[in-house]
Structures are given as structure tokens and as C-alpha cells.
């Protein structure tokens, strides 16, 4: 007899625990409804446990890593949660229901519940990962016969975009992105820094949707830059010089790999472009022209130029997809003393870079399979490192007195920035304050310290030397 209450209690135990931490539908993990939710709903929301108590779900307690989705157009609405909810409480209080769904449930009344269906449309190719606390994705229609529409997702307090006629918002500054506007809330007091660090991003930003941005030329025939980017309406690559004329144009079957790069090969100041695709190296001159010895054919992975010591000789690096990387100088010629062991296993170089560490001189190779290769300039090993990047976008580096103190910066494969120092691949400085998909670092304020830039959907945000957001 006095087991009983034991065993009683034990139950008791077991029920609680598996209400609060095992009452996923059928064991499942929760699948995130923005990748199924159908265009019947106009707005979606999303909330994180920071904004609990919500108040259009007062029931929703949750734990410290639950969200709250709503969809909701101009009749119904319906809830996502991860964990179930008690239903009695919901019935009675707020006359709504709830309906096991992918692992998690969907709330609402009997008729929200049966509009839903899986039909992901425009609404789901329009939302965005976001790490803030709130986030906000609506559909509008600008004339009564609903054909034209307008998509605004909201990011916090600080983050708009727009799909369709730009809005005028005051307090942010607007540039175009591709098919969209991006407004970002201007900064009160913001001091003269981050006026030259917008000044700087609007000026690299100032292409329409169809071109981006590869790197800059100098034009020695008149003096100024030429802007060389991709034109993806007319599939080539574009020199545009002053007042938006192009200077010379590049058709290609394909995109070039990263970014160009400016050459005076025959050191006399008068200035090419180098750049790559995946079937080819180009060297085009001020006309627009191949250099001798270009294109020069491989199957290419990875591309760069370096001119070590900042003397004009230049070093053409070509990874290719056997593994191999090959050293090019002058018009298209084989490096001699060049000495680089094939890959094997069918890896191969995607990313290169070249990192001067005080008096010495490493090439970063980031390979396909996420390993990091440090080369002397010869091609042979100078280093190791058990750091593992993840190849999905071109790294950046904080440079340190040794080549272990030296972090690289990369976008991981769920989409977060970090930052591992290369000898013992450890977490420092911004490693996960923010999600990212591309990391680049800029003297944008001209005072000498590197800022971190960072780009998510177009929308880019500035972080100074301490790993403050500035912008």
C-alpha cells in the first residue's frame, strides 16, 4: 500500500514531462510552416519567446527557443506553435481549436482551420530567416481590382523590404536590390562616421537589379574608374565608366566566379581587368579586348590574382575541379618552382586568398569539402589549421601578429557569421551575433580599422572593431 502514492507520483512525473518536452505530434520535430503556407493568407507573423506575453495569444507560454507563427487575412486566422496547447482552455476562453500539424499544431476556429492548405506561392518565395524578435511579412493591393500588388517585410524596428511601387518612408533610406527596395531606419545621432559608412554603401549599391558589382578599373585614357560589373539581362561583363556610359562589354555563356580584379600586367600604368568563369580566365584591356595568351580554358572552381609585394608581378591562381591549382604569371605562362600536390578524393579549391602575416606570406585555400589549406608561394604546405568553412560564400579575415591569432570570418551552412582563429578553430569576436549571407571587411569611415559588413537579402548591415553595430 504505501507504494501507491510512489508510483502515483512517479506517473504524475512522467505526464508533466512529457507534456512540457515530448508533446510533439507523434515524436516529430516542429517543420516550419512559412515553407507550406499558401497565399490565402495575407499576413504572416512570427514571434520568439522574448515578446511573450503576445497579446492576440495570451494562452501561448513558451519556452526559451519556442516561436509563435499567425497567418491571418481579412476573415480568418490561424496560429503554429511547436508544443501543444490545452485544448479545454483554448475551447472555452478563446473559442478556437487546434489540429496536429507537421509535427507542431495549428490554432484557430473550425472554419480558419480548414482554409489552410499546403500551397507555398508568393508569400513563402518572400519570407526571410531573421534573428530578430519579431517579424512581420504582408501582402497589399494598390488599386481596387487587386492586380497590382505590393510585399513589405518588416524586420524589427529597423529593417523594411519592399516588393513592387517603393514606398515613401520617413526615417530610412532607401536603395534598390535586385527585384526590390530595401529601407534602412537612419540612426539619431548617428555622428559623422555613419554618415560616411551610408555615403559608401549607397555608392556601392547604386547599380539597378540587373548588375552587380564585380570590382573596379582604372581607366588610364581618361583618368577615372570604371565600375566592371555583371549584366545580367545581357549575360556579359561591363566596364561602365563616367556618367553611366560603357566603356567596353564582355559577352559570356555564363557568370563570372567572384569578383575582378585590376592588372597592369606590363607595368607601364595603363590597366586590364582579369576575371573568371567556370570554363575560363580573362584578361581584357581598356578597349575591352583580350590580352595575349587569354582566355586562358580550364574547368575552373576558384580564381585570384596576387601581386605579393605590391611590385606588379602578378600571380593568375586557378583551381579547378580535378584539384589541382594552377600558378599563371605574364600573358597566360606555367609559374616556374610552382610546386602544388593535387587534391585527391575529389576535392578541390573554391575560395583563395592571400594573407600576409607579418614578414611572411600564406595562400588560403578553402576547399569544397570545408577543409583549409595554408600555402607558401610555391604551392607547398606551410600550415595547418582544424578549422572547417563552409564554402557557400567568399570568407573574410581579421589579420593578428601570428597566423594562429588570425580569424576567419564565413557564413556557416545555417546561415550564421562566424568567426574561428586559425589555430584552434575557437569562437571569438562577432561568431554568432548574426545571421549573414555574405561578410566582407571595409575601411568605410577612412579611419583606419576594418569594419565588418555583412549582407542578408539584400539588406546590409556595419559592425565596428568591437563588434558593434554601427549601421
Not at 122 to 139: C, F, G, I, N, T
Not at 235 to 264: C, H, R, Y
Request: proline share 3%; aromatic share 12%.
Amino acid at each position: 500500500m504505501k507504494l501507491l502514492p510512489i508510483f502515483s507520483f512517479i506517473i504524475a512525473l512522467v505526464a508533466t514531462w512529457f507534456f512540457l518536452f515530448g508533446s510533439h505530434v507523434d515524436g516529430e520535430l516542429s517543420e516550419n510552416p512559412t515553407l507550406y503556407a499558401s497565399d490565402t493568407w495575407d499576413v504572416w507573423e512570427r514571434w520568439d519567446a522574448s515578446e511573450s506575453p503576445v497579446d492576440v495569444a495570451e494562452w501561448w507560454a513558451p519556452m526559451v527557443d519556442e516561436v509563435l507563427y499567425k497567418f491571418s487575412n481579412s476573415k480568418h486566422f490561424v496560429f503554429h506553435v511547436a508544443r501543444i496547447v490545452d485544448s479545454l482552455d483554448l475551447s472555452s476562453k478563446f473559442n478556437l481549436k487546434t489540429k496536429p500539424y507537421r509535427g507542431g499544431y495549428l490554432i484557430g476556429c473550425v472554419e480558419a482551420l480548414d482554409s489552410w492548405d499546403d500551397n507555398p506561392g508568393q508569400m513563402a518565395s518572400k519570407w526571410r530567416v531573421s534573428d530578430e524578435s519579431y517579424v512581420r511579412l504582408s501582402k497589399t493591393h494598390l488599386n481596387s481590382n487587386a492586380t497590382k500588388e505590393v510585399f513589405k517585410f518588416e524586420s524589427g524596428d529597423e529593417r523594411v523590404v519592399v516588393w513592387g511601387d517603393s514606398l515613401n518612408m520617413e526615417g530610412f533610406i532607401a536603395h534598390r536590390f535586385r527585384d526590390r527596395m530595401v529601407y534602412t531606419k537612419v540612426v539619431e545621432g548617428g555622428g559623422e562616421a555613419n554618415d560616411d559608412v551610408q555615403s559608401k554603401i549607397n555608392v556601392e549599391e547604386s547599380f539597378g537589379g540587373t548588375l552587380e558589382s564585380l570590382g573596379v578599373t582604372r581607366n588610364h585614357r581618361t583618368g577615372s574608374d570604371m565600375d566592371i560589373v555583371w549584366n545580367e539581362v545581357n549575360t556579359s561583363v561591363e566596364a561602365i565608366g563616367e556618367g553611366g556610359n560603357v566603356v567596353w562589354s564582355k559577352a559570356l555563356n555564363e557568370k563570372p566566379l567572384g569578383e575582378s580584379f585590376e592588372v597592369d600586367l606590363y607595368s607601364n600604368n595603363r590597366y586590364q581587368t582579369a576575371f573568371a568563369t567556370t570554363s575560363a580566365v580573362y584578361l581584357l584591356d581598356v578597349t575591352g579586348k583580350d590580352v595575349k595568351g587569354y582566355p586562358y580554358e580550364a574547368e575552373i572552381t576558384g580564381f585570384a590574382v596576387f601581386d605579393y609585394d605590391r611590385n606588379e608581378k602578378y600571380r593568375f591562381l586557378v583551381a579547378t575541379a580535378s584539384g589541382k591549382l594552377i600558378n599563371l604569371k605574364d600573358e597566360g605562362r606555367v609559374t616556374t618552382g610552382w610546386n602544388f600536390k593535387t587534391l585527391k578524393g575529389g576535392n578541390y579549391i573554391e575560395h583563395l586568398a592571400h594573407l600576409r602575416v607579418g614578414s611572411r606570406d600564406y595562400i588560403y585555400g578553402g576547399c569544397y569539402d570545408g577543409s583549409v589549406l595554408l600555402l607558401k608561394r610555391t604551392g607547398q604546405v606551410r600550415g595547418s589549421t582544424p578549422v572547417r568553412v563552409a564554402p557557400i560564400s567568399k570568407p573574410a579575415f581579421r589579420i593578428s601578429n601570428t597566423i594562429g591569432k588570425t580569424t576567419v570570418l564565413f557564413i556557416d551552412s545555417s546561415g550564421w557569421l562566424r568567426e574561428l582563429t586559425l589555430a584552434e578553430a575557437e569562437p571569438v569576436g562577432i561568431s554568432g551575433l548574426t545571421r549573414a549571407d555574405k561578410v566582407s571587411l571595409q575601411d568605410l569611415d577612412g579611419d583606419g580599422k576594418l569594419e565588418v559588413v555583412t549582407t542578408l537579402d539584400g539588406v546590409r548591415t556595419v559592425w565596428n572593431s568591437r563588434n558593434e553595430q554601427v549601421l
